[in-house]
């Protein structure tokens, strides 16, 4: 299974989990069933709010699931329909939130506790 964590800094399972999907700068891939480790640039970083493409932002790279402070309803909702479970940090860094995984204890996101945009009052879950 390969699941993504969207970062500020690519410091491997040491690595903080990034608060927002869309504008995270990187993601970080771990891959469970062969412990490898791999890098994606964000290529669509610098998208308008509510405008995000996440296989645009994967760089067309497949991943099973994603863990990840928050993320926008629209982005949610491309990645559900391509089958990508999207999952609510609870650790401040990947080796954290993947022992979590594992243990099947990370909530999984939902419309509802999605980010309502990124001003004073837009209402983000996290």
């Known amino acids: 299974m390969k699941i993504c964590f969207p970062v500020q800094n690519d410091k491997g399972v040491e690595s903080a989990v990034y608060n927002h999907f869309g504008s995270a700068p990187v993601f970080v891939v771990v891959d469970t069933d062969t ?3 791999a890098s ?4 669509d970083q610098h998208h308008t709010h509510g405008a995000c493409n996440p296989m645009k932002a994967l760089d067309d ?3 099973d699931a994603i863990v990840v402070g928050g993320i926008g309803a629209g982005a949610l909702t491309r990645l559900n329909q ?5 999952h609510r940090s ?3 860094t990947i080796r954290e939130n993947l022992s ?3 243990a099947n204890s990370l909530p999984v996101l939902t419309v509802q506790g999605c980010c309502g945009g990124h001003s004073n ?3 983000c879950a996290h």
């Open 40 to 43: 994606i640039n964000n290529r």
């Open 35 to 37: 412990n490898g480790i």
């Open 90 to 92: 609870q650790g401040e």
């Open 61 to 63: 790279q497949k991943v």
């Open 121 to 123: 009052d837009g209402g």
């Open 100 to 102: 979590m995984f594992k």
């Open 82 to 86: 391509m089958g990508i479970t999207v």
